[in-house]
Antibody
Framework: QVQLVESGGGVVQPGRSLRLSCAAS????????MHWVRQAPGKGLEWVAV????????YYADSVKGRFTISRDNSKNTLYLQMNSLRAEDTAVYYC??????WGQGTMVTVSS | SSELTQDPAVSVALGQTVRITCQGD??????ASWYQQKPGQAPVLVIY???NRPSGIPDRFSGSSSGNTASLTITGAQAEDEADYYC?????????????FGGGTKLTVL
């Protein structure tokens, strides 16, 4: 079954860290660039980060640059997003997405004291 | 970075045709993809490339592009088409790996 499944979301205090995971199955994960996209409550989609198929290139939205790190383990068919120094404005549903258009169901991150 | 602009809301009578548009400089270089998102659900790709539909997407959905404008057309809109629609393309202002999204269009089927 072709799918992406995110995990790792939750409630975290401002300034703390969280790591999201995205497990891929049913397609050749190592052949595709992968993205993280987020959606704040009641808002539109915001692109967060991308990593190339082999992990050699990574790019970030200005809003998360220096705080978030995208990575992947092709041997485990898994994508990650390490989120540090979290802020209230990072509260959102976080989706992983393959470059060809497959999305996961999302995981909710709430940053609140 | 590039920006994509969409009308916030559009309405269509049941069974009629509606066009949702997306404008941005990146669309001069890259095709738009279109996503449908219903409340509480993840976005679903409905159009990609010049005018391609993923498996399972009804043929009433079609895409087109001219200059800096991309369009999603729903011919014979159904009640189940009521949703938010987002356009998406590669970012042409810097690195082409980056994505950019439009602000979304809320489609109401009357």
């Amino acid at each position: 079954q072709v799918q992406l499944v995110e995990s790792g979301g939750g409630v975290v205090q401002p300034g703390r860290s969280l790591r999201l995971s995205c497990a891929a199955s049913g397609f050749t994960f190592s052949s595709y660039g992968m993205h993280w996209v987020r959606q704040a409550p009641g808002k539109g989609l915001e692109w967060v980060a991308v990593i190339s198929y082999d992990g050699s290139n990574k790019y970030y939205a200005d809003s998360v640059k220096g705080r978030f790190t995208i990575s992947r383990d092709n041997s485990k068919n898994t994508l990650y997003l390490q989120m540090n120094s979290l802020r209230a404005e990072d509260t959102a549903v976080y989706y992983c997405a393959a470059n060809y258009g497959l999305w996961g169901q999302g995981t909710m991150v709430t940053v609140s004291s | 970075s590039s920006e994509l602009t969409q009308d916030p809301a559009v309405s269509v009578a049941l069974g009629q045709t509606v066009r949702i548009t997306c404008q941005g400089d990146s669309l001069r270089s890259y095709y738009a993809s279109w996503y449908q998102q219903k409340p509480g659900q993840a976005p679903v790709l409905v159009i990609y490339g010049k005018n391609n539909r993923p498996s399972g997407i009804p043929d009433r959905f079609s895409g087109s592009s001219s200059g800096n404008t991309a369009s999603l057309t729903i011919t014979g809109a159904q009640a189940e088409d009521e949703a938010d629609y987002y356009c998406n393309s590669r970012d042409s202002s810097g690195n082409h790996l980056k994505w950019v999204f439009g602000g979304g269009t809320k489609l109401t089927v009357l």
